[in-house]
């Protein structure tokens, strides 16, 4: 993290943001595209300090270090609310924050959610705990998000919760069996035990019938969460929530296709292709 609250010139900024967003090999890069530039160069900025604090969380530095990193990014939010950011990306931020009066509390909140995701295991409890896990790494992003979008509050803390919820439903689904490789249950542990599984002995135990049950629980939710998600989207101007509407549209596909193979197979790899993803993207922004 760069200090000293170095001034840099808004060329240098532009430039950081889009390499850090196009980068990220992520198809919401094209869909962020289609925007105003005020508000792509706003969601921009958004986005890219989510990858950055997903990148800690996710590297390979020590826990420690990784604790102290994502303490100086809540130094630099603080810094940033008071006009004072001491890097290239909070200087980034500062015209969305100010614009779109994004609520400081959100960057708090996904910061939260990268903290419970840095330890060398996790284990989710119950569905209270795997609610509040869905809020802090995703459901914040929509929060900020949709204020970028300019929806009002209510309409968009409504999709930013059932979106949000429905996306990180589908990631934790999509990478069952890699997050267990690396210590770390989503599916909450009091389904696996009505199931009847120890949730301690899921590595070696991927194929046993207690997972595949919870799965099947936790994709009802995010079928539930998608279908609240496009209702709550088609109350909305199109051309607000159109970002939107292409990631839920993406995430949909891939969902569906998460259902298609089924539970009982979670090493088998899903994915969409380049293909899916253009024709997706396509429809989904210009054929409502």
């Given at each position: 993290?760069?200090?000293?609250?170095?001034?840099?010139?808004?060329?240098?900024?532009?430039?950081?943001?889009?390499?850090?967003?196009?980068?990220?090999?992520?198809?919401?890069?094209?869909?962020?595209?289609?925007?105003?530039?005020?508000?792509?160069?706003?969601?921009?900025?958004?986005?890219?300090?989510?990858?950055?604090?997903?990148?800690?969380a996710d590297g390979n530095a020590k826990e420690f270090q990784k604790r102290n990193k994502l303490s100086n990014w809540r130094i630099e939010i603080e810094s940033i609310y008071q006009a004072k950011p001491n890097t290239l990306l909070g200087q980034s931020l500062m015209p969305a924050v100010n614009?779109?009066?994004?609520?400081?509390?959100?960057?708090?909140?996904?910061?939260?959610?990268?903290?419970?995701?840095?330890?060398?295991?996790?284990?989710?409890?119950?569905?209270?705990?795997?609610?509040?896990?869905?809020?802090?790494?995703?459901?914040?992003?929509?929060?900020?998000?949709?204020?970028?979008?300019?929806?009002?509050?209510?309409?968009?803390?409504?999709?930013?919760?059932?979106?949000?919820?429905?996306?990180?439903?589908?990631?934790?689904?999509?990478?069952?069996?890699?997050?267990?490789?690396?210590?770390?249950?989503?599916?909450?542990?009091?389904?696996?035990?009505?199931?009847?599984?120890n949730p301690n002995k899921i590595n070696i135990d991927i194929d046993h019938s207690a997972v595949s049950e919870t799965c099947k629980v936790i994709a009802e939710n995010a079928r539930d969460?998608?279908?609240?998600?496009?209702?709550?989207?088609?109350?909305?101007?199109?051309?607000?929530?159109?970002?939107?509407?292409?990631?839920?549209?993406?995430?949909?596909?891939?969902?569906?296709?998460?259902?298609?193979?089924?539970?009982?197979?979670?090493?088998?790899?899903?994915?969409?292709?380049?293909?899916?993803?253009?024709?997706?993207?396509?429809?989904?922004?210009?054929?409502?």
């Amino acid at each position: 993290m760069i200090e000293n609250n170095k001034i840099y010139d808004a060329h240098s900024v532009d430039q950081f943001i889009r390499s850090r967003v196009k980068l990220s090999g992520s198809s919401f890069f094209w869909a962020m595209r289609l925007m105003s530039p005020q508000k792509r160069n706003a969601i921009y900025s958004v986005y890219a300090f989510c990858r950055e604090v997903d990148d800690i969380a996710d590297g390979n530095a020590k826990e420690f270090q990784k604790r102290n990193k994502l303490s100086n990014w809540r130094i630099e939010i603080e810094s940033i609310y008071q006009a004072k950011p001491n890097t290239l990306l909070g200087q980034s931020l500062m015209p969305a924050v100010n614009s779109y009066k994004l609520v400081k509390q959100d960057f708090m909140d996904l910061l939260d959610g990268m903290e419970m995701d840095i330890g060398n295991s996790l284990q989710i409890p119950d569905l209270p705990e795997l609610w509040i896990y869905c809020d802090r790494v995703a459901c914040s992003v929509g929060r900020l998000s949709n204020s970028i979008f300019e929806l009002d509050r209510e309409t968009g803390n409504k999709l930013a919760k059932s979106l949000g919820t429905a996306l990180q439903l589908t990631n934790i689904l999509r990478d069952v069996h890699e997050d267990y490789t690396r210590g770390h249950i989503y599916l909450p542990n009091s389904l696996l035990i009505e199931h009847g599984i120890n949730p301690n002995k899921i590595n070696i135990d991927i194929d046993h019938s207690a997972v595949s049950e919870t799965c099947k629980v936790i994709a009802e939710n995010a079928r539930d969460s998608f279908n609240q998600s496009v209702r709550i989207l088609a109350s909305c101007e199109p051309r607000k929530v159109r970002p939107a509407r292409i990631m839920m549209t993406l995430y949909q596909r891939l969902f569906e296709k998460l259902c298609n193979r089924g539970w009982m197979d979670l090493k088998s790899k899903v994915s969409l292709s380049s293909r899916e993803k253009l024709y997706l993207i396509v429809k989904s922004a210009y054929f409502v």
